[in-house]
């Protein structure tokens, strides 16, 4: 392991400071790239604008049309986070803007898998739907578009996934990573794709006149391209005019959903999780999202984007994984605040045996790596894991443990139980940064052309499915790629920090004011690195070692979660990543480090 220091440009900190920023913050947020304030403006006005969002202007009319004609309209949903908060929001918003027949399916991700497949379009149909719209999906679903248009309904695909050769041929495609769009965020979630469509619905309606004239926010008339202005409700189906809706109600889900994708925060995405989390500050969010800070023993009054990708969204997401996303999106959808207990409480329990499994498979998934590779050679540059025990739903997250601890390309798989899919595998990867996961399928797919049977994804996280008869092809083609591609320095794990806390800033308000910023992928949180004094060390729960150190004259606690191998006795000084931390006992708050990694 090697821990480096980010470059902080002197001129981008010194422009921040004299502009009021808070001196540390000024010194991260250059290290970031950030070159002026305006690029911290998190408010409504400073968003993307929806008309450069290819497509949302087409998708606005094809829904304005079926709203006005009261048509049926069917959301298909993906089964993650991302993809539960993209349906409640699209659910959420059409009915503010006076859809009066909305309805939702979510595949299974067992019997369904991934995106708008065949089945599930017949199955849309069924419901009698008139226009089908994906969410967080369908950017790869070329024979599921194609027979829901046969079928006689019109498509709107919003997804946010790297197209493939061929797009489906849709009434209307929304994605900002399809070709010849302009939109300067190609790092949108899902959920971010879903609320662009209905800024871009309501500007629409109001060019139809659907709403009054004297909408306003604080006073002032609400810009075409900005979430705010009016009461939350849309035109009656008499047709009467009503106040435009404030669309900022869902940004809560928006945070929520873009964070938990771990899609990059550009500053774009930024400004939607800011502006998500001052509602849910100031205690204004849909009651599923309290119920989860309660079962989570969160405090909404200071929520985080760590309590999002680390809290609220795994929770979310293991409903996908074990259960029912229907669970996920009837939480997000319910006012009821005694059913959103309720269902809150079902997902935290899932979400508790999800743990279990993936501890076990981690475990698994070590030993199979350590039996077939000698502890004296060193490891594949890429990793590739099947056991018939393994459970579909949570390869994805053991790929990413297994990424973390051995710094690999690393794929999981587990064999599909899927009627009619059997002898299939289904994998999910995750990749280190300079390898992208989702060429690197493609180039086996050309130096292979039967092994893979679908793939799709990101650079970072990818999926596939192959027969199980290929795993040792698919291992090998892989592993040839990442060997092509990969080299030592790139294999070797970096942790990037932000070189020496002053010691002025090691106090526990630094803690909360670092917590109050929107921290997450591609704008990575505060660490800091340093030589420290190791005064002493111990286990605690066999698992996690806790010590005690002198930083800069000063004793000070740490915490190594994860880490179970004391530091060599020999070492009384060691270089430290860490993080910063508020622990808070008996009701009093300390300091302490969140240890990161070490160089030994």
């Not at 008339?221 to 669309?247: I, M």
């Not at 990442?482 to 970096?494: I, S, V, Y």
């Not at 930083?551 to 000070?556: E, K, L």
Request: glycine share 8%; proline share 6%.
């Amino acid at each position: 392991m090697k821990i480096v220091t980010r470059d902080v440009p002197p001129r981008a900190a010194w422009v921040l400071e004299q502009a009021g920023v808070h001196p540390l913050l000024a010194r991260l947020y250059a290290a970031r790239g950030v070159r002026g304030t305006e690029e911290l403006d998190d408010a409504l006005a400073r968003l993307l604008p929806p008309v450069t969002l290819k497509g949302a202007a087409e998708a606005a009319t094809l829904l304005a049309d079926a709203i006005a004609a009261g048509q049926r309209l069917c959301i298909v949903a993906d089964y993650d986070c991302d993809g539960a908060t993209a349906c409640a929001v699209g659910i959420r918003g059409l009915r503010m803007l006076g859809a009066q027949h909305v309805h939702y399916l979510v595949p299974d991700r067992v019997v369904d898998g991934y995106g708008l497949t065949p089945p599930i379009s017949q199955r849309v149909k069924d419901k009698g739907t008139d226009l089908l719209i994906t969410v967080d999906n369908g950017i790869a679903s070329v024979e599921g578009v194609a027979l829901a248009r046969e079928l006689g309904m019109r498509v709107l695909v919003t997804d946010h996934h790297l197209p493939g050769t061929e797009l489906p041929r849709a009434d209307v495609i929304v994605n900002p990573n399809q070709p010849g769009d302009a939109f300067e965020s190609k790092s949108l979630a899902g959920v971010g794709v879903m609320f662009y469509v209905l800024l871009a619905l309501r500007a629409e309606l109001r060019a139809r006149g659907a709403f009054e004239a004297s909408s306003t926010v604080q006073g002032h008339p609400a810009p075409a391209s900005t979430p705010s202005g009016g009461a939350a409700h849309g035109v009656t189906s008499a047709g009467a005019k009503n106040a435009q809706p404030k669309l900022d109600s869902l940004l809560p889900l928006v945070a929520l959903g873009t964070v938990a994708d771990v899609v990059k925060l550009d500053a774009n995405n930024r400004r939607l999780v800011a502006q998500g989390l001052q509602r849910i500050r100031k205690g204004h969010m849909p009651e599923g999202l309290r119920a989860l800070f309660e079962v989570a023993s969160r405090k909404p009054a200071q929520a985080s984007a760590f309590d999002f990708g680390f809290a609220l969204g795994p929770r979310i997401n293991a409903a996908g994984r074990l259960a029912d996303m229907t669970l996920g999106i009837e939480l997000l959808l319910t006012d009821d605040a005694s059913r959103a207990d309720e269902l809150a409480r079902m997902l935290d329990g899932i979400n508790r045996e999800r743990r279990e499994i993936e501890g076990e498979m981690r475990a698994q998934a070590l030993e199979i790596v350590e039996q077939l590779h000698d502890p004296e050679e060193e490891l594949p540059s890429a990793l590739c894991v099947f056991d018939p025990d393994f459970h579909e739903g949570v390869v994805g997250i053991v790929a990413a443990r297994l990424k973390d601890k051995l710094h690999r390309p690393s794929f999981v798989f587990a064999a599909s139980r899927a009627p009619g899919h059997e002898g299939e595998l289904k994998g999910s990867g995750r990749s280190i940064p300079g390898f992208h996961l989702r060429d690197a399928l493609d180039l086996v797919s050309k130096r292979h052309p039967d092994v893979l049977l679908r793939f799709g994804g990101h650079a970072m996280a990818a999926g596939c499915t192959i027969a199980e008869v290929h795993f040792e092809v698919f291992k090998q083609a892989l592993n040839e790629v990442a060997r092509e591609w990969l080299d030592a320095a790139t294999l070797t794990r970096r942790i990037e920090t932000d070189g020496a806390l002053p010691p002025e800033y090691r106090r526990t308000d630094v803690v909360d004011t670092l917590a109050r910023e929107v921290w997450g992928q591609g704008f990575a949180p505060p660490t800091f690195s340093e030589e420290v004094e190791v005064l002493s060390q111990r286990l605690v729960g066999e698992k996690h070692l806790a010590l005690k150190l002198r930083h800069q004259g000063q004793a000070v606690d740490g915490i190594w979660f994860g880490r179970a191998e004391p530091l060599p006795p020999s070492q009384s000084r060691v270089k430290l990543a860490f993080r910063l931390e508020a622990d808070e006992w008996q009701g009093v708050r300390r300091l302490r480090f969140l240890v990161e990694g070490a160089e030994l």
